[in-house]
C-alpha cells in the first residue's frame, strides 16, 4: 500500500448482526421520500444559498462548489437528465428508555461508496453459517444487490441521454484503494452493452473538451454520464481540478451527482432540514411523506452566531459526551467527540469559524459481540456497533421523476472504542442484517 496493485480482501464480520427487523422495513420504507427531497433541495436555489451563506464564508472548499454552482446556473444549464445516487445511514438509538429507534447520521449524495462490495457479503455470511450448521438461518439473510440497483439507475440515465455511442465515465481517484466495489457496478453496465471509461480529474484537464452544444468528449468519445467516485475532499483538488470540474458542470453530460446535488449533502442543509417548518417548504403537500422523514431525525443545533448558536456551543462544551461535532466534509473521520469536541469548541467559539461545524445529539447504539476480520489483524472478539445505509436511486428528465428507488442496503460495524470512520478509513467492517 498504497499501490493499487497491491490487493486485500475487503474487511468484514466473521458472523451477520441483529438488526431490529421494524426499523429495518422503516429505513427502506422512507428512502423514496429521501431520494424526493434531496432532488427538491438540488433544484431549489434560494434555500441553497440561504442555508449556505454563512458556511460559504469560512469554509474554503464549500465556497469554490457553491461558486461552480451559481456560475454554471447563470450560464444556463446544460444538463437535462438528472441522476441521484444516494446513502441514507442510520444508527438504533437505544436512548434511555432502551427501546431501539432509528436515527440518521447523514445522507451522502456523492460517491456513496460499498454497493459493489456488499451485493457479496451475503454470499459470504450465508456459507458461514452453513459451514456453523446454520441452514435454517442461513435462509433467512435478506437478499441485496445494490450494485444492479445502482447500474440500473444510471443505465436509465444514459438512455435518457439518447446517444447509443456515447460512454458512461466513471470519475475515479488517482490511487484507487476501493477499485472492486466500483468494477460489481462497471460490470453491470458492461453486461447491459454500455461502454464504461475510467478518467481521472487530471485527465479530464489534459484531454477533456466540450463542441458547440456542450457535449463533453474525452479522447475523442463522447460522454453522456458522468459517475463522480472522486471529488468529495478538499485535498483532490488543485487549480486544474477544479478547472476540469468546472469542465464537467458546464457540459450537458448527466452528472451524478451535479454540483447542485452534491451541495444538497451537506451537513449544514442537513442540519436546516431538521428546523420545523423547513420540510413543508420543500415538500408541500406532502405531510406523510415529511412525517416519515422527521421520524429519523436525530437532534441537530445550528453553530451559527447569534443567540442560539452560543446556547449551544456553551451547552457542548458543558456536557461534551452528549453531542457530536462535525464539519462540512464526507468520506468518514472527520467528526469529534468528546474531549476533542471540547477543545475545538472552545477554540473556536467566539470565531465566525464555528458556523462551519454543525452540532448533533450523540447516538447510544446497544453494542454486540462479533469477530472483526482484517487483513494482518489479529483475530478477537470485539463489542461491536453497526451502522445501516440504504441506497436510493433517482432519474429525473426536466420535471418529470421518471425513476425512484430503494436500490439495496449496506451495513458497516466497528468496534464501540473507535468513535467515528467507515470502511474506506479503516475502522468498520462489511455486514449482514439478520433481521430480528
Known amino acids: 500500500p498504497p499501490c493499487s496493485q497491491v490487493v486485500n480482501y475487503a474487511p468484514f464480520t466473521l458472523l451477520p448482526s441483529a438488526v431490529p427487523r421494524a426499523l429495518f422495513e422503516q429505513a427502506y420504507a422512507v428512502q423514496q421520500d429521501f431520494n424526493l427531497l434531496v432532488d427538491a433541495v438540488s ?16 469554509d474554503d472548499f464549500t ?24 446513502r441514507s445511514d442510520y444508527m438504533f438509538d437505544c436512548g434511555l428508555h432502551g427501546t431501539a429507534a432509528l436515527r440518521q447520521i447523514e445522507i451522502n449524495t456523492i460517491a456513496a461508496s460499498f454497493g459493489g462490495l456488499t451485493s457479496h457479503t451475503t454470499d459470504v455470511h450465508r456459507l458461514v453459517l452453513k459451514v456453523l450448521g446454520k441452514s435454517e438461518e442461513a435462509s433467512r439473510l435478506v437478499p441485496n444487490n445494490p450494485a444492479k440497483g445502482l447500474a440500473s439507475g444510471i443505465a436509465k440515465a444514459w438512455e435518457l441521454y439518447g446517444s447509443p455511442r456515447a460512454v458512461v465515465m466513471f ?8 477499485i472492486f466495489d466500483q468494477r460489481c457496478v462497471e460490470n453491470e453496465l458492461w453486461n447491459r452493452n454500455i461502454r464504461v471509461v475510467r478518467r481521472t480529474f487530471r485527465d479530464v484537464f489534459e484531454r477533456g473538451s466540450l463542441d458547440g452544444s456542450r457535449r463533453l468528449h474525452m479522447d475523442g468519445q463522447e460522454v453522456a454520464v458522468v459517475y463522480y467516485r472522486e471529488g468529495y475532499v478538499p485535498q483532490v483538488y488543485n487549480q486544474q481540478n477544479w478547472e476540469a470540474r468546472l469542465l464537467l458542470e458546464r457540459s450537458r453530460a448527466v452528472k451524478c451527482p451535479d454540483i447542485a446535488t452534491q451541495l444538497a449533502g451537506t451537513k449544514k442543509v442537513q442540519q436546516e432540514l431538521s428546523r420545523p ?43 461534551p459526551d452528549r453531542f457530536v461535532l462535525k464539519p462540512q466534509r464526507e468520506g468518514g473521520g472527520n467528526n469529534l467527540y468528546g474531549e476533542e469536541l471540547k477543545e475545538v469548541l472552545e477554540k473556536i467559539k467566539d470565531s465566525p469559524e464555528r458556523t ?46 421518471v425513476l425512484s428507488q430503494a436500490a439495496g442496503h449496506l451495513l458497516r460495524t466497528k468496534a464501540v472504542e473507535h468513535a467515528d470512520g467507515g470502511v474506506a478509513a479503516g475502522v468498520a467492517v462489511l455486514d449482514t442484517p ?3
Open 43 to 58: 433544484q431549489n436555489r434560494a434555500f441553497l444559498e440561504q442555508t449556505l451563506a454563512s458556511t460559504i464564508k469560512v
Open 63 to 86: 465556497a469554490r462548489l457553491f461558486s461552480i454552482y451559481t456560475q454554471v446556473l447563470e450560464e444556463g444549464l446544460a444538463q437535462t437528465v438528472f441522476l441521484g445516487i444516494n
Open 171 to 178: 470519475l475515479v481517484e488517482e490511487v484507487q484503494r476501493n
Open 277 to 319: 417548518g423547513t420540510l413543508e417548504k420543500l415538500l408541500p403537500g406532502q405531510p406523510e411523506a415529511v412525517a416519515r422523514i422527521r421520524a429519523t431525525f436525530a437532534g441537530l443545533y445550528s453553530l451559527d452566531k447569534g443567540e442560539e448558536g452560543d446556547r449551544m456551543t456553551a451547552r457542548a462544551i458543558a456536557d
Open 356 to 401: 462551519s461545524y454543525i452540532l448533533m445529539d450523540k447516538i447510544k447504539p446497544q453494542p454486540a459481540l462479533n469477530y472483526l476480520l482484517r487483513a494482518h489483524s489479529p483475530l478477537q472478539v470485539s463489542e461491536c456497533i453497526s451502522e445501516l445505509g440504504i441506497f436510493g436511486v433517482y432519474v429525473r428528465q426536466g420535471q418529470e421523476l
Open 434 to 436: 439478520f433481521l430480528v
